[in-house]
T-cell receptor, first 111, second 116 residues
């Protein structure tokens, strides 16, 4: 069974710091990787997608992918209290044509 | 970014009645839509995958006769919860996958169903 693993947290960081969120996956054939942010009581919002090894930057967010290690991470620079949410790592399972989600990491940014 | 809407956002119904939830992709065509359910403080649970013009594929343990899914066009999918019971109370979220080349999937805002 394909799995996506995340530390549930909470990960607590001070305002202005870098938050580092990590994810590992089991399916070596996966080619598409995503990070979603979900505020309490709301639906997930896509914040990053990454398909190639290396880093992809978008504003304060950087996604990192290492397919050999089956590892995806999300860095949030200059963390703000408004970044406090649950971050879901998702991996596209090409054989079943659906997203496999991790259970999410809860991030708390304190002033 | 791509926008997906859901209607209604909240619904309260009596036990035994049916409820229909609509999911629309507003600015793109979605060949595939997905229906999820999420209970408080739990992970997203995929219920079914819906492809335009064909029957939905249900996940193991999801009753297809209770959760009716129709994907009539490239921009609209509906989920009908039939003969709802209090244990069906949950947050129902749809998502849509663009017919383009990426695997990106965009979520609607969700529908909170309460069955009394």
């Amino acid at each position: 069974q394909k799995e996506v693993e995340q530390n549930s947290g909470p990960l607590s960081v001070p305002e202005g710091a870098i938050a580092s969120l990590n994810c590992t996956y089991s399916d070596r054939g996966s080619q598409s990787f995503f990070w979603y942010r979900q505020y309490s009581g709301k639906s997930p919002e896509l914040i990053m997608s990454i398909y190639s090894n290396g880093d992809k930057e978008d504003g304060r967010f950087t996604a990192q992918l290492n397919k050999a290690s089956q590892y995806v991470s999300l860095l949030i620079r200059d963390s703000q209290p408004s970044d406090s949410a649950t971050y879901l790592c998702a991996v596209w399972a090409s054989d079943t044509d659906k997203l496999i989600f991790g259970t999410g990491t809860r991030l708390q940014v304190f002033p | 970014g791509a926008v997906v809407s859901q209607h209604p956002s909240r619904v309260i119904c009596k036990s035994g009645t049916s409820v229909k939830i609509e999911c629309r992709s507003l600015d793109f065509q979605a060949t595939t839509m997905f229906w999820y359910r999420q209970f408080p403080k739990q992970s997203l649970m995929l219920m079914a995958t819906s492809n335009e013009g064909s029957k939905a594929t249900y996940e193991q343990g999801v009753e297809k006769d209770k959760f009716l899914i129709n994907h009539a066009s490239l921009t609209l999918s509906t989920l009908t919860v039939t003969s709802a019971h209090p244990e069906d109370s949950s947050f129902y979220i749809c998502s849509a996958r663009s017919s383009g080349n990426t695997d990106e999937q965009y979520f609607g805002p969700g529908t909170r169903l309460t069955v009394t």
